[in-house]
């Protein structure tokens, strides 16, 4: 079941169209697609926060993370990455250029009647991205309940994941 993912992903959707969207579903693919059909919803792409195993799927210290490769085998959606990112998500899943589409910050993806704002925050990696919906920000590894992401892994910056914090989120409304 989905209940036994190591990392977070999200379902976000329209319950009037009953679109949908996954963000970083490397965990328990089928369980994911089994709350999704269960709830009526349509999936209509995924959403990736940074290229790691650990949110897009591939090989990570021997282990293989099923990610986005098992999403699209089970259903051909395009997958939205940071246009930094897009080379990294490629190396690591195997996917091709054209299942992704490619985002800057500020982007908006419309799902149904609710916008998802991409909020670019390279530090973690060059191409982070974080997504905003409904005064919410799904944040991947950008922010965690006592810090932020690790900026020792190989594309970390942490003069980046200071202005990110410092500047790009610093200017979101306090309730977000």
Do not use: K
């Amino acid at each position: 079941a989905a209940a036994q993912m190591a990392n977070f992903a999200y379902a976000i959707g329209d319950e009037e169209s009953r679109e949908c969207v996954l963000v970083d579903p490397a965990w328990d693919v089928e369980g994911l697609l089994d709350i999704l059909d269960g709830d009526g919803m349509r999936l209509v792409g995924a959403l990736a926060t940074h290229y790691h195993q650990d949110h897009v799927g591939g090989s990570l210290f021997g282990l293989h993370v099923e990610g986005l490769r098992a999403l699209l085998e089970r259903r051909a959606v395009p997958v939205h990455v940071h246009a930094d990112e897009a080379a990294g998500v490629r190396a690591v899943t195997g996917l091709s250029a054209t299942d992704l589409v490619t985002h800057r910050g500020s982007d908006t993806l419309h799902v149904g009647a609710i916008p998802i704002e991409f909020v670019h925050t390279p530090g973690h990696t060059p191409g982070s991205q974080c997504f905003l919906v409904a005064g919410r920000l799904v944040a991947g590894d950008t922010l965690f309940v006592q810090g932020c992401g690790r900026v020792d892994l190989p594309g970390g910056d942490p003069e980046e994941m200071y202005r990110t914090l410092t500047q790009r989120l610093a200017h979101l409304p306090d309730d977000v």
